[in-house]
């Protein structure tokens, strides 16, 4: 038998899991499971601020799109265009799609696992970006980023107060990108 390789699928955004879910149901009916390996859909863990606490929720990095590992042949092909759903393969032709490289693969799921051990926060600072204070004393105040702290979910920032610069903490739901 040949060899499973990686493939990705354009789906409708949102429906990921649905896509998934359908495809495995597909899978076992029509005994293929022969044919096809691993589908991933690429989710982060991410960590969200509300009502002040820190959650963690899964968030897709790439929205309407799926990982399939399989083997194309008329039987996989068909299914896979005649599941709801999915616009169809990326890359190639549209009878013959072009496999993920390996490289590319072992990235994503680097970038899955490495996001299970350490969350990502939702929103990435960079020390020097300008940002505009919602909420506390300073609110409607904008600064620039002097620091950032991911572990304290914190940032300091420079804001011009009577004229003189003032480095003061906030935390990441105190503050707002512009």
Request: aromatic share 8%; net charge negative.
């Given at each position: 038998?040949?060899?499973?390789?990686?493939?990705?699928?354009?789906?409708?955004?949102?429906?990921?899991?649905?896509?998934?879910?359908?495809?495995?149901?597909n899978?076992?009916?029509?005994?293929?499971?022969?044919y096809?390996?691993?589908?991933?859909?690429?989710?982060?863990?991410?960590?969200?601020?509300?009502?002040?606490?820190?959650?963690?929720?899964?968030?897709?990095?790439?929205?309407?799109?799926?990982?399939?590992?399989?083997?194309?042949?008329?039987?996989?092909?068909?299914?896979?265009?005649?599941?709801?759903?999915?616009?169809?393969?990326?890359g190639?032709?549209?009878?013959?799609?072009?496999?993920?490289?390996?490289?590319?693969?072992?990235?994503?799921?680097?970038?899955?696992?490495?996001?299970?051990?350490?969350?990502?926060?939702?929103?990435?600072?960079?020390?020097?970006?300008?940002?505009?204070?919602?909420?506390?004393?300073?609110?409607?105040?904008?600064?620039?980023?002097?620091?950032?702290?991911?572990?304290?979910n914190?940032?300091?920032?420079?804001?011009?107060?009577?004229?003189?610069?003032?480095?003061?903490?906030?935390?990441?739901?105190?503050?707002?990108?512009?």
């Open positions: 038998m040949e060899e499973k390789k990686w493939y990705i699928l354009q789906v409708y955004s949102g429906s990921e899991d649905r896509v998934v879910a359908s495809l495995k149901n899978i076992e009916q029509n005994d293929l499971g022969d096809f390996g691993s589908i991933i859909v690429p989710k982060e863990e991410v960590v969200e601020i509300r009502n002040g606490k820190r959650v963690r929720v899964n968030r897709c990095f790439f929205p309407g799109y799926v990982l399939v590992e399989m083997i194309v042949n008329q039987k996989t092909w068909h299914m896979i265009k005649q599941s709801p759903n999915i616009f169809g393969f990326v190639g032709g549209d009878d013959q799609p072009v496999p993920l490289p390996q490289h590319e693969v072992e990235k994503i799921r680097k970038r899955i696992d490495d996001s299970h051990q350490s969350p990502v926060p939702k929103v990435l600072y960079e020390v020097g970006e300008v940002i505009r204070v919602v909420d506390g004393p300073f609110a409607d105040f904008d600064g620039t980023i002097e620091d950032i702290n991911y572990a304290k914190s940032l300091r920032v420079g804001v011009v107060i009577l004229g003189r610069l003032t480095p003061i903490e906030l935390t990441f739901n105190q503050v707002l990108k512009i």
